[in-house]
């Protein structure tokens, strides 16, 4: 399947276009209402937290002026008849307001920890919601992928970078050991070995690593690899990193690639494919995902509530190809797309800019934000970003 504009010129992003401009709608008028929840329960909580603190604040400036206004009247008058009453008075004032200092105390606690939970719970389901969409709808994103395996299975985490925003995912593959056969196919490195009956000699010998464990798997959007496969006795060990057609192989510290008589018997044509290996594994096998943490600028970006701004991040994206949909396209209106088969059939997708802006419009103020950005906006303005896809 290939995806054009409707002057048969490509898409820069190779996915359905229109299906992804509506999950972005769907889930900005998810994710929106749910962090502004979370923004009213934190002004709420603050509020009640400041009526408290302004009642204790109350309670410590009357003790002090009493305590001041008694001994001054002590001191005026001068007996020390009164020091007993004085004193009476200033303990059972203390007293008084220590107990209610106490239960206003334990109620702004109770304030803390209740809103602590209102948060958590609120921010797990905003990062349920994003879970299905950021993993794959993000355009121009760096994506980096750490997998480790065992004989129990494979597991792993992704992060994704564009623009100050980053995400990261847990990962779980299928249960199964990940061999050196199953992600990569036939691969042999050479080796030294002593041979002979009579006279031991070494010589080159090419060693099967099909049955080997990928025990350790880097990958990242630029196509570097790093790869550690060790035997299933995890006394033989071997490194492959790199990328484009520059592979350096190890075992344990030794370099054989540096070897000039083993560099020479290692297949750099098997090497050079490994990164579209990974992806077809990648793509064909990962069991199930978590969203676990985004970021903006460094900071948490769900419990600092900046996902809006994460969601304008990726509309800067979006309204890129919305713009050249619009100004390679017959009906300045709908934004088009044309899907074709590999037999050359052709069938076209669209969604109107009216029915875009109504749908976030519905959302609010921040809807309407985003369909600025996306130029579906009469008012909207897009600017030249064709730099941001990647």
Request: hydrophobic fraction near 35%.
């Amino acid at each position: 399947m290939k995806y054009i504009y409707q002057d048969s010129t490509e898409l820069p992003v190779q996915r359905d276009f229109i299906e992804d401009l509506k999950s972005l709608i769907d889930i900005t008028a998810r994710v929106i209402p749910l962090e502004n929840s979370i923004i009213e329960l934190k002004c709420k909580n603050k509020e009640a937290l400041h009526e408290l603190n302004n009642r204790i604040t109350g309670m410590d400036i009357f003790e002090e002026k009493l305590s001041s206004l008694v001994n001054k009247l002590l001191k005026d008058i001068g007996t020390e008849d009164l020091i007993s009453c004085t004193d009476a008075i200033l303990i059972t004032c203390s007293e008084n307001l220590g107990r209610k200092r106490e239960i206003l105390a334990i109620e702004s606690r109770k304030i803390e920890s209740g809103a602590a939970q209102e948060y958590q719970k609120v921010e797990s389901k905003v990062l349920e919601v994003l879970t299905p969409f950021l993993i794959s709808g993000i355009y121009g994103a760096e994506k980096r992928f750490e997998l480790s395996g065992s004989i129990n299975g494979v597991s792993g985490v992704m992060e994704g970078s564009v623009s100050g925003m980053q995400y990261y995912y847990r990962l779980w593959f299928t249960e199964e050991p990940l061999t050196v056969e199953r992600l990569i196919g036939s691969l042999s490195l050479p080796g030294w070995t002593r041979t002979g009956i009579l006279r031991k000699e070494e010589k080159i010998k090419m060693q099967d690593l099909s049955e080997f464990l990928v025990s350790s798997l880097e990958y990242d959007s630029e196509k570097n690899v790093r790869l550690i496969l060790e035997n299933k006795k995890a006394n033989r060990k071997f490194r492959i990193e790199g990328g484009g057609s520059n592979y350096f192989v190890y075992e344990d510290e030794r370099e054989i690639t540096a070897d000039k008589d083993l560099g020479s018997f290692v297949d750099m044509t098997t090497l050079v494919k490994i990164p579209e290996k990974i992806q077809n594994y990648l793509r064909e096998n990962i069991r199930t995902y978590t969203l676990s943490k985004v970021l903006l600028d460094e900071e948490d970006a769900v419990s600092t509530n900046q996902i809006f701004d994460c969601l304008k991040v990726i509309a800067e994206q979006y309204g890129v190809i919305v713009h050249e949909c619009l100004a390679r396209g017959h009906n300045k209106e709908e934004i088009t797309i044309k899907m074709e088969e590999a037999d050359g059939t052709r069938t076209e997708k669209y969604i109107s800019k009216a029915e875009m802006y109504t749908r976030l419009s519905d959302v609010g103020s921040e809807g309407v934000e985003i369909a600025e950005i996306l130029g579906v906006d009469s008012r909207a303005q897009i600017k030249d970003s064709k730099y941001l896809i990647v």
